[in-house]
């Protein structure tokens, strides 16, 4: 019996060494803060109105909006249509999928140059930014689909560690007004993923009322 228990301690050891030695999996994550991806503003709503309200709104990503990772090469590949904002279910629910009119806050920019930045919880090897936009005509109140969106707009980077709040200039198409949604995807350059961002917007053509339009 000791040495059928010497041998279990042994081979428990070895497997906790070879555990414990693995390579653990980069945590790079980050959201658009400004103005706010649907999933940080889940957050916000978090840290003002309390967990139960926006939990039943939001689902699980109040507490992890830098999270929604799925695999890159949109529009090609990527998220499926329909689990585009929750980026396939990335925090485990598709609550973020759920569009209509009126379900989301928005923020109002102007048509024109605007200003997109991110904020990353960790450093990552970076590809490049892209950003696409609903089209004039959307349905609002469908899952969003890569039917839906227009490209406006890719910020190519070196392959090196962006900073932990990179700032982008991209141009909100002219034609656009009222309602819409910004894809903003982040490229990791050394490994297979994206990080994908809603932002929900409503277009003003006639003041500048949101501070990061130019």
Do not use: C
């Given at each position: 019996?000791?040495?059928?228990?010497?041998?279990?301690?042994?081979?428990?050891?070895?497997?906790?060494?070879?555990?414990?030695?693995?390579?653990?999996?980069?945590?790079?994550?980050?959201?658009?803060?400004?103005?706010?991806?649907?999933?940080?503003?889940?957050?916000?709503?978090?840290?003002?109105?309390?967990?139960?309200?926006?939990?039943?709104?939001?689902?699980?990503?109040?507490?992890?909006?830098?999270?929604?990772?799925?695999?890159?090469?949109?529009?090609?590949?990527?998220?499926?249509?329909?689990?585009?904002?929750?980026?396939?279910?990335?925090?485990?629910?598709?609550?973020?999928?759920?569009?209509?009119?009126?379900?989301?806050?928005?923020?109002?920019?102007?048509?024109?140059?605007?200003?997109?930045?991110?904020?990353?919880?960790?450093?990552?090897?970076?590809?490049?930014?892209?950003?696409?936009?609903?089209?004039?005509?959307?349905?609002?109140?469908?899952?969003?689909?890569?039917?839906?969106?227009?490209?406006?707009?890719?910020?190519?980077?070196?392959?090196?560690?962006?900073?932990?709040?990179?700032?982008?200039?991209?141009?909100?198409?002219?034609?656009?007004?009222?309602?819409?949604?910004?894809?903003?995807v982040w490229d990791v350059?050394?490994?297979?993923?994206?990080?994908?961002?809603?932002?929900?917007?409503?277009?003003?053509?006639?003041?500048?009322?949101?501070?990061?339009?130019?």
């Amino acid at each position: 019996m000791k040495k059928i228990l010497a041998g279990v301690a042994i081979t428990t050891s070895v497997l906790g060494a070879a555990l414990f030695t693995q390579t653990p999996k980069v945590a790079a994550h980050g959201y658009v803060q400004s103005p706010p991806a649907r999933a940080y503003q889940g957050k916000l709503d978090f840290d003002s109105q309390g967990w139960t309200a926006a939990l039943s709104l939001y689902g699980n990503v109040i507490t992890n909006p830098q999270g929604l990772e799925a695999k890159k090469g949109y529009p090609q590949a990527g998220p499926a249509d329909g689990r585009i904002a929750s980026a396939d279910g990335a925090v485990g629910d598709f609550v973020l999928d759920n569009q209509t009119s009126t379900r989301w806050k928005k923020t109002t920019i102007n048509s024109g140059p605007n200003l997109f930045t991110w904020r990353y919880t960790a450093s990552h090897k970076t590809a490049k930014w892209h950003y696409y936009m609903t089209k004039t005509g959307w349905d609002q109140n469908a899952p969003l689909k890569r039917a839906d969106m227009e490209h406006i707009g890719t910020i190519e980077y070196n392959g090196g560690n962006a900073s932990a709040n990179p700032t982008h200039s991209v141009t909100v198409p002219t034609d656009r007004t009222g309602y819409h949604v910004i894809l903003a995807v982040w490229d990791v350059d050394d490994t297979d993923n994206a990080f994908y961002n809603v932002i929900d917007v409503n277009v003003n053509t006639k003041s500048n009322t949101y501070g990061p339009s130019l």
